[in-house]
């Protein structure tokens, strides 16, 4: 079966070079082309050469308006702000576009702008963006156009919470998340702030009370639970390069659920989900999902004090953003979800 | 001024490391006897050369009725459950004792079996024993004879409520507390789990609902604010070796306060507590206050959700352990609570 | 086409483990067996639940007579001094053993002895042992029942140095190894000393003069070179967990090569070893091969002092140890040296 | 007592943070300026609000001319190149300059134009730099008025080798030194090659044959032993803050010294040198050394390979850069060598 040709536009980031390893694993997909104003004119071989991409691929930096004749699907590994301009001269001319960014994640205006200082994408196209989410999305996956692949805070939140939302047994005020993040989170940037010799041996706290994942997580935590969460959000910075792990509190709608419920409700979720695993008698740990696409998730109930605690860990490049994107993929172009991801 | 001739119990773990080496620069304390039972025998001088203890001390490991002539006043640096038992004949011979275990902390008898799986100490000594929180606590600890240091956990976290709960601003059953600890927090332990091929590159939460520092920090929260405080805690190991940091959200009691009236109240509580730092225009980092006896917090009112946050930064050896008995020392003596210090 | 049933003896360790990880995609390969002391009667699916071993795999924990029943491929991840006895009833009953050991490694009884403290296998099963490093006996590998496959140091100072062995370019009695080792290949042991506290931000060198490799890589680069190599081998512990570097330095024979001359013998010697990559125009870095079972390479010719360089980086658990033992069972079966392992 | 009034320039880097933080507790001088280009205007308590800076002192940004009636001694925390432009006016104006950059390290005009791509100071200046070594060149530093502080490489080969050198031990093409730096020796630099991503669980060798230090190496291990010495010099950059390692190995110049003598001439060596601990019974590691100004080192004959091996360590930032700096300010003032800095 003929490969799909694809191109990874803005190549040049930890997320670009993710895609890049990953693509050249993959059965169903050709790396046609890769972007980038940095590295136009280089070899991808010289720039990437333990990922031994094709010998003959060139960075290019098309014009907007070569862009479509590139590939056939899109992956775009732009920041934010620039990937709408991107994307449209692509789905205009039929092409797939799968992009990392939060330019198609938020479907209210304001909020996208409160919290980007930007003005959102054209309605139009934000309302025919899929939120790109295998795990609680799929069947609008199947065959979309455009697909708005999730940061990767509200991918752990969303996952350790989702088979609870569903049941309704989270008070919608009541989650607080206390979520860390390895550094290739924050970009391949020249910045003092995230030097080794900055980021080692500590943790702190970031964007507290202002991170722009704020209002996705609560978009989608909503969307799941068909209740308006409001969710207190504290990220920090982890001395690791890769891995993500939340931990979430929050009070029980109603009767606190026994432990049994929680752990049937889990295993029923993880049953039909490959990439989630439940942790029944552990509790997750980054370095096991580091380099695989997995969410290890567990949910505890606390009879104590009276709250449900979840947990989820993710590697944030993999799963949190280039191994789902390929997820998305999969199901958009009807074939086995783990096609070609670590597991 | 003659020194005071000290003693450190149990000087072979992370702790009674750290008790030599700030005692070796501490103006009015004569390091005069370590014991140890793997080291006796051998010289300190050998056992921690970096160090440079006096070229004659030697690891001791005496009977029970031998330690009272060893010093004036000792630091025991033992597993819980074996301080109350070297405790007894030392203050029966009038010596004083700052104790950096578990073993005097606990008032209810009751919460410390049932967490602790021991019976606690004889009554009598338990009520005696002083809670050597040197910024909420300092008249108590004025010639007091026996010190029960605080965990480290609770440290931080009374550090990092007291101003608010002190005024009452905080919902006694809101407390939830995420707490990250570097892995000298679990001492120097022949443990597989503690190895730095399982610990690095990770995170993990542990002891979720039982973690022994739950009754001491409800205890202590709960003797500053005047109500019975309930928490939520959640402890996670950390790939740093020292440092640790609370994340804490709550609820207010009424109506929240001012951004402007919490940061007053911090700066006024740090005013007269010299190893207090109130950051009020960035926000704690562990690697601030790593080999110092500072703690660093930081209060933050959010509008959006209606809620406080609290952050808290400190050395788990220094503050939340060695630094912080040598403080109590100090206390105790009448001297400069910072004599000897690093701050 | 079927798999071959393969045993891995000894799977609680870190070189066991990453067996398991590896076999569990290996085209070739059916995970038939695992055999553990410590977790005898365990499901492999409760011990590693995070590599989703399958599901009815329990640990055993057979006698030697048992052993050739359970597969017909056996990887002994066995402590040294305990391989020889496994591999005895084995090879009797005609089963293909690969040793992760340091067993066979060593021809000369006596050396074995002097850095090993114990007495050598059978000469003849000595004999018939074939020393597994495919990208310098590749030949000898084809159809072999016996691999001592080589240690990580060995492995990473062979492939450093063999284009230009070959080429007779080094004098014998001038190679200076300085070596790193990530802390995983001090095993998964409860030592004080690889506590992460322990190990964490610090570098000790350790073993100088006097570790057990040094008798395994003489004899290797004398093999490869056809003159008795010594070498001064410095290793070092480093605070990462995977990874491994050994930075040579050694004079030449005879006049010093060109740099071209170097580049071109290396380019050559790559050419038709896949997982060995000559870096021409970087120099090799750890985290390019962690997770792969390559090697990175460079030479550099030094005319102001007149001494050639060389620079190896491997995966100390994949290269170095589990990754090579399953490259061996590639050639062994006649199959694409590839199959199955992380480029 | 007056203290001294010293000033430091540059101070927005780890060396001029380093400065800062040793001369806040040091007995005989007076932080009286700092300098920055990029944080002039800026109260230091506002920059370095944990180091506790005086409230009042204030970043300024002087001119030449300006410079020196800031105080009477000069710290310069410059790149090099810059620092011979400020030390000119100074050293006219009679001030004291203790320079950390390379401008006034290297006596031979030729080989810096070689490695440092510049012209060289003025002869005048250059001959009367002295170079601050405390441990080998004390008297020279007795009242100097322009000191030439050692680089971290430098230093911490030159302690290793010194007694071996002054014996006459060391053959003098034979030195092949491999170093290991922490990423603070690298500056804070926003650099991509720096990101805690890049550097983390990683070695690499850089400015193999080229690093600027080779020559500095060179001229002092010359000047010590009294004849011509060439290294090998590998520098590596290690994914730790701060700490150095160097291991060396030389061969004997005669015939080799047994490890009595060798001992015993580094014990010798250390008893006058408060800062230089010799391990007899261990090897060095880097974390005894972290936030001391403290060189440990190590020596060992093997007689096998008949060859001399060195170890040591020390903190780059630290015994590396500004606490040496401040022991020559104790030794040119005439005070004990120890004053103010961490053993």
Chains 1, 2, 3, 4 share one sequence.
């Not at 990874?8 to 890769?34: C, D, F, K, N, Q």
């Not at 009541?174 to 010799?197: E, P, Y």
């Not at 004090?305 to 953003?321: E, M, P, Q, Y």
């Amino acid at each position: 079966m003929p490969k799909t040709k694809a191109a990874i536009i803005g190549a040049s980031g930890y997320t670009g070079e993710e895609l890049v390893r990953l693509m050249s694993r993959h059965p169903s997909l050709e790396l046609a082309a890769v972007t980038s104003r940095q590295h136009a004119g280089k070899r991808a071989a010289d720039i990437y050469p333990y990922l031994r991409p094709p010998q003959d691929l060139v960075f290019s930096n098309p014009s907007l308006a070569e862009l479509p004749a590139l590939a056939e699907v899109f992956f775009l590994a732009l920041p934010h702000g620039e990937s709408m301009h991107h994307a449209a001269p692509l789905l205009e001319a039929g092409r797939t576009v799968i992009d990392l960014s939060a330019d198609f994640r938020i479907k209210d205006r304001e909020r996208y702008r409160q919290y980007y200082k930007e003005e959102a994408p054209a309605e139009e196209w934000l309302q025919r963006a899929v939120y790109g989410s295998p795990e609680t999305n799929a069947s609008a996956l199947q065959g979309a156009k455009l697909v708005a692949c999730p940061g990767c805070y509200p991918t752990s939140v969303l996952l350790a919470l989702a088979p609870a939302l569903m049941r309704g047994w989270v008070r919608p005020d009541s989650v607080v998340v206390n979520a860390l993040s390895g550094t290739s989170g924050a970009g391949r940037k020249a910045d003092v702030s995230l030097l080794f010799s900055e980021c080692n041996e500590s943790v702190k706290p970031y964007g507290v009370g202002t991170h722009r994942h704020v209002p996705e997580i609560e978009q989608e935590l909503s969307r799941v639970s068909g209740a308006a969460v409001i969710v207190q959000f504290t990220p920090h910075l982890l001395p690791i390069t890769r891995g993500m792990l939340s931990s979430v509190v929050a009070a029980p709608s109603g009767a606190l659920p026994s432990q049994q419920e929680v752990d049937a409700a889990y295993a029923e979720f993880c049953s039909t989900r490959p990439f989630v695993r439940y942790c029944a008698g552990e509790l997750p740990e980054i370095r096991r999902v580091v380099q695989t696409n997995r969410c290890d998730v567990a949910a505890r109930v606390d009879t104590r004090t009276g709250r449900l605690l979840f947990f989820s860990v993710i590697d944030n490049l993999t799963k949190g953003a280039s191994g789902q994107a390929l997820q998305c993929w999969n199901l958009i172009a009807g074939r086995d979800e783990t096609e070609g991801l670590p597991l």
